[in-house]
């Protein structure tokens, strides 16, 4: 099984993780800065996720501050705004070891030359998502869409596929339709 942390538990990085952990039942944990949402979550004991405004329920996660964070995942997911990415990294940096691999499908320009500064180039997976999902509030996120209605592109940065690239397009690949070249 590949372990993973999101890095950003907003509306993206919790509707990746969440739905990882729960089709897979690989080990996902969270990473995030914005307290209200840290604290609500270990308030809590885990986030409220709902799809289309129903069937709101509890779904347990583990989410720390990069500083408390003490795991060490197989492959970090990313989702954080493009103009905390490069704080997040630097906070996030000690935490990253040469093993490690990293998924990204971020909106905008630029955060695959910044994660290029933590991360050799065989061991970054970029891609396109074209999800919706809302962060009602603080440890409160809503799926829009019927399952497996989202799709998604990736591709290892260097365009050759390993081991772990081929995981990470499976475990994705769980929840949406994923479209990527094998």
């Not at 080990?27 to 800065?33: A, G, K, L, N, Y």
């Not at 347990?60 to 990415?85: A, C, H, R």
């Not at 996030?92 to 691999?101: D, G, S, T, V, W």
């Not at 009602?136 to 869409?145: H, K």
């Amino acid at each position: 099984m590949t372990k993973y942390t999101v890095i950003g538990a907003g509306a993206m990085g919790l509707r990746y993780g969440v739905l990882v952990q729960e089709r897979t039942g690989n080990q996902v944990d969270f990473v995030d800065t914005w307290e209200p949402n840290v604290e609500k979550i270990k308030e809590q004991g885990g986030v409220y996720v709902s799809r289309d405004h129903k069937d709101r329920h509890m779904v347990p996660i583990n989410v720390s501050y990069p500083e408390d964070y003490t795991g060490d995942p197989d492959v970090w997911i990313i989702f954080v705004k493009q103009m905390q990415l490069a704080d997040m990294l630097k906070r996030c940096a000690p935490l990253f070891k040469e093993h490690q691999y990293v998924f990204s499908a971020m909106n905008g320009m630029g955060h695959i030359d910044k994660i290029s500064q933590y991360f050799p180039d065989n061991h970054i997976v970029g891609g396109t998502a074209m999800i919706a999902t809302v962060l009602n509030g603080p440890a409160d996120v809503d799926f829009m869409g019927a399952p497996r209605i989202g799709e998604m592109h990736m591709c290892n940065k260097t365009e050759t596929n390993d081991a772990m690239t081929h995981q990470i397009f499976d475990d994705q690949g769980c929840w949406l339709r994923p479209n990527h070249d094998r």
